[in-house]
């Protein structure tokens, strides 16, 4: 499993960025997989998923402000941040699955997004 995560950076808050997920080792179309994202000095947190099928939940903080999504053409998987708050500064990582229990470090190395 390979998962190269792309599109993080800084931004103002009230600001969007959009990050990219490029999966491969897998067949990506049959599983369900999540952005995951880790605060400094916090856990990490799950903060949502799609389905194989396209269904999708989000963590209730971002629910109406990130929207994910996937192409399976092209083993990709994507989380467009609205509205971004200081508070989702973070590193974001995809993971399979639909848990933080899922992800393995080793998958990929996040991508940083920092919002002031």
């Known amino acids: 499993v390979q998962l190269v995560e792309s599109g993080g950076g800084s931004a103002q808050a009230g600001g969007s960025m959009r990050l990219s997920c490029a999966a491969s080792?897998?067949?990506?179309?049959?599983?369900?997989m999540s952005w995951i994202r880790q605060a400094p000095g916090k856990e990490l947190e799950w903060i949502s998923a799609?389905?194989?099928?396209?269904?999708?939940a989000y963590l209730k903080s971002v629910k109406g402000r990130f929207t994910i999504s996937r192409d399976n053409a092209k083993n990709m998987l994507y989380l467009q941040l609205n509205s971004l708050k200081t508070e989702d500064t973070a590193m974001y990582y995809c993971?399979?699955?639909?848990?933080?229990?899922?992800?393995?470090?080793?998958w990929g190395q996040g991508t940083q997004v920092t919002v002031s």
């Open positions: 799609i389905y194989s099928g396209g269904s999708t």
């Open positions: 080792g897998f067949t990506f179309s049959d599983h369900a």
């Open positions: 993971t399979k699955g639909t848990s933080v229990s899922a992800f393995r470090p080793t």
